[in-house]
Nanobody, 118 residues
């Protein structure tokens, strides 16, 4: 069945880097637009970054622009979020999302915790 398996989260000091991965299975990768969201305790889930499957065009939330990079590997059916110069305010649970490019269907990963602390 459809699964989005996330990995790469952890504890990192401010200024450090992490790379999150979201590996998809059970779906046609090119039919979906991958993105990343995050949610901190007591706060709403917010958009972080997205990338089109077809052309690779990316967009970012202002809070992460210039620090985070979203990418995908079509052969591996995996989307990545490279996070550099991490800040404490980046602490959250990060979720990958696959949105149907031409149809109404969303899949979510289970989330991976990112904690930025000294």
């Amino acid at each position: 069945q459809v699964q989005l398996v996330e990995s790469g989260g952890g504890l990192v000091q401010p200024g450090g880097s992490l790379r999150l991965s979201c590996a998809a299975s059970g779906l046609i990768f090119s039919d979906y637009i991958p993105s990343w969201y995050r949610q901190a305790p007591g706060k709403e889930r917010e958009f972080v970054a997205g990338i089109t499957s077809a052309a690779g065009n990316a967009n970012y939330a202002d809070s992460v622009k210039g620090r985070f990079t979203i990418s995908r590997d079509n052969a591996k059916k995996t989307v990545y979020l490279q996070m550099n110069n991490l800040k404490p305010e980046d602490t959250a649970t990060y979720y990958c999302k696959f949105r149907g490019a031409w149809f109404q269907r969303d899949y979510w990963g289970q989330g991976t915790q990112v904690t930025v602390s000294s």
